[in-house]
C-alpha cells in the first residue's frame, strides 16, 4: 500500500481524537459498552478467525507460549468484554485536578489531567491487548493505532473492524482507533518515527521487539518490559504458603510475563521445603534446571547453567537455586532481574521490609503469588502493560498512566 493510505490511518486517528478529548464519561461508557456487546455478539465470528491464526502458528511451529497467549476462545472473549465493562465503572481521569494554588497576586493555578492524545501499540500474538488498549485508550480519551503482528493478524482485523462499528454506532467516531497491520513490518517501522502523528508508543512483547522498538523510535516509549519474575522463599517462609505461592506463580499460566521463571530457596528452609517443593512442581509437568546444591537435595532436577539464571521461559521450566542468605538472594534478583516482580515468601517482618525496600522491580510483593501482577487484578478493568521503567509510569498501567497534564491559569487582568 502507498504511504499516503498509511499516514491516512494516522490522520484520522488523530482528528477523531481531538473529538474524543472532549466527550463525556457517559458517551465514552456508551461507547464501550457497545464494544462489549459487539465482542460477545460475534463470539463465532472471532474464534473462526482466531483459528486461522492459530492453523497458522503451529504450522509455523511458533511454541506453545505463544500460542497459549494467541488463543482467543468462548470463555476468554467473554473475559475480554467483561474486562470492557469494567473499564466503564472506573473513574474517568480526564479533567480530575491533580494539585493547584492561588498565587499571592490572585492568579489561579490548576494543573488537571489530560490524554495524551493518539497512543500507539505494537505487540505480536496479543490478540486481547486489541481490546484491551483500545478500551482504555477511548476511556482515557486518547486515539490508538495498533500493530498486532502478523501471528494474529485475522483475529486483529476481525476485533478492530467490531471495535470500529460499535464506536460508530454511538456519538464517537470510530476513526479514533485504527490498525496498520496490513503495512507489515515496514508499517511498524513507520509507526514508530511517525512523530506528529503518535504522541506515545508501547511495545508488548519479546525482549527483542521491546529492544527494538526502544532503541529505533523517534516517537517517546513507555517500555513494557520482559518477565525474568523471582520467587524467594526465606528460612522463616510457612510451609503451606511457600507450597501453595510457587505452585500458583509458576503454573498458573506459565506463557504471561507474571509467571515466576525463577525459585530461591535459603538454605535453613531447604532441607524440609525444597523436596516437598519439587514434587509439587514436577507434578505440574515443570522442567526444574538446578544448581549443585539443590540437585543434592531434590531428585528430577536437570543441571542448571548461566542461561537458565536469564531466561525468560514462556513454558513450564524453572531455575532452582539455594542461597545462603537473604542478601545473597538480592544479589541474585539484582544481577538477574528484569524490574518486573519479585516475591518474597516469609515470616520475618524484618527480611520483608527489607526485601520490600531493596528490590528495584516494578511490582514487589511478600507472600503473594506473582500472577497478581495485572492490571485487571489491581483493579484498573485492563492494563496497556506493566511498564518496567521509572518514567512517567512503574507496573501495570491503567486509565491514569494514559494521561498526561496541563496546567491551567485563570487571571484577572496580572502582568508580572
Not at 497458522?56 to 474486562?83: F, K, M, T, V
Not at 469494567?86 to 499571592?104: C, N
Not at 542448571?304 to 538472594?329: C, F, P, Q, R, Y
Amino acid at each position: 500500500m502507498s504511504s499516503d493510505a498509511f499516514l491516512d490511518k494516522l490522520s484520522r486517528a488523530r482528528s477523531a481524537s481531538r473529538s474524543l478529548a472532549t466527550a463525556t464519561t457517559a458517551q465514552k461508557n456508551v461507547a464501550l459498552a457497545a464494544i462489549a456487546d459487539a465482542i460477545e455478539g460475534a463470539i463465532p465470528q472471532i474464534v473462526a478467525a482466531n483459528e486461522l491464526d492459530l492453523a497458522r502458528g503451529r504450522e509455523q511451529q511458533i511454541g506453545d507460549g505463544l500460542l497459549d497467549r494467541l488463543l482467543l476462545d468462548e470463555a476468554r472473549l467473554i473475559g475480554l468484554a467483561n474486562s470492557v465493562r469494567d473499564v466503564m465503572g472506573i473513574p474517568d481521569p480526564v479533567g480530575e485536578i491533580v494539585r493547584g494554588s492561588t498565587l499571592a497576586n490572585g492568579v489561579q493555578l490548576t494543573q488537571v489531567r489530560v490524554p495524551f492524545g493518539v497512543v500507539g501499540a505494537i505487540y505480536e500474538a496479543r490478540p486481547n491487548v486489541t481490546v484491551d488498549i483500545a478500551a482504555l485508550a477511548l476511556k482515557s480519551g486518547n486515539g490508538a493505532v495498533l500493530r498486532g503482528g502478523s501471528a494474529a493478524e485475522n483475529s486483529n482485523r476481525v476485533l478492530v473492524e467490531l471495535i470500529q462499528r460499535a464506536i460508530s454506532s454511538t456519538d464517537l467516531n470510530g476513526d479514533v482507533v485504527q490498525t496498520i497491520d496490513e503495512f507489515g513490518r515496514e508499517g511498524a517501522a513507520r509507526l514508530m518515527r511517525a512523530r506528529g502523528y503518535i504522541d506515545v508508543l508501547i511495545p508488548r512483547g519479546s525482549a527483542g521487539l521491546i529492544s527494538t522498538v526502544v532503541q529505533e523510535s523517534t516517537v517517546p516509549v513507555i517500555e513494557t518490559g520482559s518477565g525474568l519474575v523471582h520467587v524467594y522463599v526465606d528460612a522463616s517462609a510457612d510451609d503451606q504458603k511457600a507450597l501453595e505461592i510457587v505452585k500458583n506463580s509458576k503454573t498458573h499460566r506459565p506463557s504471561v510475563c507474571n509467571a515466576a521463571e525463577t525459585l530461591l530457596v535459603h538454605r535453613d528452609a531447604a532441607d524440609r521445603l525444597l523436596p516437598k517443593l519439587a514434587t509439587v512442581l514436577l507434578d505440574e509437568n515443570v522442567s526444574l534446571y538446578g544448581d549443585d546444591k539443590s540437585r543434592a537435595l531434590a531428585s528430577g532436577l536437570s543441571e542448571a547453567n548461566e542461561e537458565v539464571w536469564s531466561t525468560e521461559h514462556h513454558a513450564l521450566e524453572m531455575g532452582v537455586k539455594i542461597v545462603e542468605s537473604l542478601d545473597e538472594a538480592l544479589e541474585h534478583i539484582e544481577r538477574y532481574s528484569t524490574r518486573h516482580t519479585e516475591s518474597i515468601v516469609t515470616e520475618n517482618y524484618e527480611n520483608a521490609q527489607r526485601f520490600l525496600a531493596e528490590v528495584d522491580s516494578a511490582v514487589v510483593m511478600v507472600n503473594a503469588s506473582t500472577r497478581f501482577t495485572d492490571g485487571g487484578e489491581f483493579g484498573f478493568g485492563a492494563e496497556v502493560g506493566i511498564s518496567t521503567q521509572k518514567l512517567h509510569a512503574r507496573g501495570p498501567m491503567g486509565l491514569p498512566e494514559l494521561t498526561s497534564t496541563k496546567w491551567l491559569v485563570r487571571g484577572s487582568g496580572q502582568i508580572r
